[in-house]
């Protein structure tokens, strides 16, 4: 997979894609190729070296002006404008840096990254080049991961300070990619609370096009993924190069299109509001970039990000492990909740035929509303005064799991551990603290708040009867300073802060790793590869609203599996925007996830008992399918969706479709599979009629029809108005 030459080419190829580049004669890395395999990595052509007038060379060498090379970490002040992927200041009290190539090794191990989540090895290689700035003994190591069996390259560095003085980093990126000029668009996925992932396409502009966040969480308003694509590139066609990160702090993703019309992509910890004091003898690892190439279009992307999240990224205990249904009390009681109301949730769980009762907020000491107790991660006796380990047992007594919700990250300035520890939360001198939520964060740079938390999760966890913990985070930082650090190293806090919290998730996953943990962060808020690498799954939104939660699951399917996806029926009319659906709806928008479940009070489902019953019972049957297939969008406009979803074993075909607004006279509409045997025979199981793979996917299979006429014989009907959806079910026959 990896080959070097005597003169320093290194190509990284495997089936999907080949990625090359070379050691130049003044030391520097030139980026050559990325793109679809090739075989003879020595024919590529080397970069040409050009007077092109008004330009400056690098270090008095003719014609080699940095400004227009394709580089693998560039850095700034020596001939180069563009974003560099490292930038500092130095003992000199400048920012220039050159680094050279000094060595290099590679390794069938895949190196761990300090204190980081990353993206497991096996079967796979791993590149390390080292380079130097011996004016300032600064060393970086770059490191590329291929894989045998994915079209992922996974990149991180390393900054080592050998020198006697201290260097200053400002901007210390993952990785670079410079591709050649060409028209290109750039895909992202942006939104807020309740309407997150929305996909924005857009043409490549001159200079610089940034996602970021600086809200020391990836952020619900710009997921750390982006796509540089071909201007023709579908679905299922053209060139797309993809790029995201394994982290869950302040990041950036930029595309820069410079004087040239080259274009640099660089991934990494956000630079703004950024630094980093590295002493003699200290190192800084970067988060990890993993990146895609692909010729089959944004269909052929998202079939390598999820069979990569799959397998390489989710966390192996829960590896095709089929997910419990669950009833969430959370829109059936929110705060208004005590264990005879718990009790009688979980009779009804039982008799829908649910099998985890999960325990929502407002069980812990005081809380009655979110102005708070976060912090004091004891029981309110007053409500529940047999205590959690007590009623968690009563409730699997009843043949259900137990679930607890928990906010471990924040401090309620009303609260036991607030009064004791006021300089345990995140704060900054003479400034008041601004709330969110009316709570604060915890400054999880400090061991001794991330032992507290993890004491206090302990004594839950230690009883040995709770199953299912729903980690929440409902704020973003502010004021984000902590007490146990010195003035000049305020700018570390949030990634300090994301080194604390992996390292107490790191902990807890060791101590209990049968525990299934979900990620949820007001819903989407950071919902990304770093926590999805510790907990197998997420609430991917607070909007339970199915119409508003298909473009939802949509946007993320761009990179992430519904594996990894969590979906429930809510209440009608929606809590979120007010819309009125039924329970069909409902269940189908989130038929695909990996875990589904309810939440709903008892009158609502008195109400529907008959059909939530039969709704979980199909969720608990086909709860094993939905883990490790493969997910396909299949059609997506403004008036409908179709999905596609063939299980890990090839045999059973899931198409889920929605109509969003009725009208009359509307055309007949067919949705080509993707991806069946051409030759196999499959039974649509609503009626037993038989269909072949060509058929399915070259002519189609029939969606209902929307009409408000009387229906007539031999014709398939969606159910009649707004917001209808349908279920299909096929089967490989043997």
């Known amino acids: 997979m990896i080959s070097i030459s005597d003169d320093k080419v290194f190509a990284l190829t495997n089936a999907e894609f080949s990625y090359v580049f070379r050691v130049l004669d003044e030391g520097l890395l030139q980026h050559v190729y990325y793109g679809a395999p090739i075989a003879h990595a020595e024919e590529l ?14 270090q008095g060498v003719p014609n080699l002006n940095l400004n227009d090379l394709p580089q693998e970490y560039p850095t700034f002040g020596t001939s180069d404008y563009r974003r560099p992927a490292l930038h500092g200041v130095n003992a000199d009290g400048n920012s220039v840096f050159t680094l050279k190539y000094v060595r290099h090794t590679v390794t069938i191990d895949k190196p761990d990254l300090d204190g980081l989540p990353s993206a497991r090895g096996g079967e796979s290689e791993t590149l390390i080049i080292y380079l130097a700035d011996p004016l300032h003994g600064l060393e970086v190591e770059l490191f590329y991961t291929i894989y045998q069996n994915y079209g992922v390259l996974a990149r991180s560095s390393v900054v080592r300070n050998s020198g006697k003085a201290p260097v200053d980093l400002t901007h210390i990126m993952s990785s670079t990619i410079d591709l050649p000029p060409d028209d290109y668009d750039v895909l992202h996925l942006h939104g807020t609370w309740s309407r997150e992932f929305n996909a924005e396409r857009t043409k490549l502009p001159m200079g610089r096009f940034e996602i970021d966040s600086a809200r020391s969480t990836s952020s619900a308003a710009h997921n750390p993924f982006l796509a540089v694509m071909e201007r023709g590139a579908t679905e299922t066609s053209g060139n797309v190069f993809a790029s995201t990160l394994i982290y869950s702090g302040n990041f950036s993703l930029s595309v820069e299109t410079g004087e040239f019309e080259d274009v640099r992509v660089l991934a990494g910890i956000n630079p703004f509001n950024f630094a980093w004091h590295l002493a003699p003898n200290e190192a800084f690892y970067t988060p990890e970039a993993l990146h895609v190439f692909t010729p089959y279009g944004l269909r052929g992307m998202s079939r390598i990000w999820h069979r990569f999240i799959q397998n390489k990224v989710s966390p192996e205990r829960f590896r095709n492990i089929a997910r419990p249904t669950y009833l969430n009390t959370w829109e059936a009681a929110y705060f208004d909740i005590d264990e005879a109301k718990v009790l009688t949730l979980a009779d009804k769980a039982k008799d829908v035929g649910v099998q985890m009762l999960v325990l929502d907020d407002g069980w812990f000491e005081g809380r009655r509303d979110d102005t708070s107790s976060l912090g004091d991660w004891t029981a309110d006796m007053a409500r529940f005064p047999s205590g959690i380990p007590a009623l968690a047992a009563r409730v699997r007594a009843k043949g ?10 924040m401090v309620s300035p009303n609260s036991q551990l607030f009064e004791d520890h006021p300089d345990w939360a995140l704060q900054v001198p003479e400034r008041k603290p601004s709330l969110g939520r009316n709570q604060l964060t ?25 199953d299912y913990v729903k980690w929440d985070m409902n704020r973003n930082m502010t004021e984000a300073g902590s007490t146990a650090l010195p003035k000049g190293r305020q700018l570390e806090v949030p990634h300090r802060y994301m080194l604390g919290l992996y390292g107490l998730l790191r902990r807890l996953m060791e101590a ?5 943990f979900e990620t949820c962060a007001s819903g989407g808020n950071r919902f990304d590869l770093g926590m999805l690498s510790f907990m197998p799954q997420g609430w991917i939104s607070d909007m339970s609203d199915p119409i508003g939660r298909l473009a939802i699951i949509n946007g993320a399917s761009y990179l992430y599996p519904l594996d ?12 979120q925007n007010g819309r009125i659906s039924s329970i069909k709806t409902r269940y189908n928008a989130g038929a695909l996830c990996a875990a589904k479940g309810i939440s709903l009070n008892s009158l609502d489902i008195d109400t529907d008992v008959d059909l939530l019953r039969e709704l979980m019972r199909l969720a608990a049957n086909t709860s094993g399918d939905f883990i490790g297939g493969e997910f396909t969008r299949l059609i997506s406009d403004d008036t409908q969706i179709c999905w596609q979803y063939i299980t890990r074993d090839r ?7 929605f109509h969003i607004l009725s009208a009359p006279n509307l055309p007949f509409r067919r949705a ?8 196999a025979a499959y039974e649509l199981q609503e009626d037993g009629t038989i ?4 058929t399915l996917m070259q002519h189609g299979l029939a969606l209902p029809y929307v009409t408000c006429g009387q229906p007539q014989a031999g014709v398939r009907y969606m159910d009649r108005g707004d917001f209808a959806s349908h279920l299909f079910v096929l089967r490989r026959k043997r």
């Open 45 to 58: 052509a080397s970069h040409f070296r050009v007077d092109r007038g008004a330009t400056s060379h690098f």
């Open 400 to 409: 259900l799991k137990f679930g607890l919700w928990i906010e471990p990250e």
């Open 442 to 466: 915890l400054d999880f740079t400090r061991k001794e708040v991330v032992d507290n938390i993890y004491d206090q999760i302990e004594a839950l966890l230690a009883c040995g009867d709770i």
């Open 512 to 516: 209990y790793p049968d525990v299934l």
């Open 564 to 575: 990894v996806m969590t979906a429930y029926i809510g209440p009608s009319p929606s809590h």
């Open 651 to 657: 045999r059973t075909i899931y198409v889920a479709y």
């Open 672 to 679: 080509n599979l993707a991806d069946l045997d051409p030759v």
């Open 691 to 694: 269909y072949h793979g060509d």
